[in-house]
């Protein structure tokens, strides 16, 4: 079983930063690949970046590439999506995702989910 709790979404304008992180409780952190999904209104849930238990593998939507980076530190049971450049697309409800892998994350396969903070770039 895995908690998991987002905190750092916000306002911020076009071509800003923030910091999305994501606390997870639970014994099968360390073990758990984990992502980011967001959802816009009115659109459909959609994978933005997922990492390995270990950090070495990640993935990334082509509409983040270069301009999103996750990242997690196990020893604090924490996942990060830096999201730099931001654009008014980015805008959406977030959402920390836990799976047994990230092959599995990529397909929307995910065992748990966290309640999703709201990003919103302004222009």
């Known amino acids: 079983q895995v908690q998991l709790v987002e905190s750092g979404g916000g306002l911020v304008q076009v071509g800003g930063s923030l910091r999305l992180s994501c606390a997870a409780s639970g014994r099968s952190f360390g073990t758990s690949a984990m992502g980011w999904f967001r959802q816009a209104p009115g659109k459909e849930r959609e994978f933005v970046a997922t990492?390995?238990?270990?950090?070495?593998?990640?993935h990334y939507n082509d509409s983040v590439k270069g301009r999103f980076t996750i990242s997690r530190d196990n020893a604090k049971n924490t996942v990060y999506l830096q999201m730099n450049s931001l654009k008014s697309e980015d805008t959406a409800v977030y959402y920390c995702a836990a799976g047994v892998r990230t092959a599995a994350i990529l397909k929307n396969e995910v065992d748990y989910w966290g309640q999703g903070t709201q990003v919103t770039v302004s222009s």
């Open positions: 990492i390995s238990w270990t950090g070495v593998t990640t």
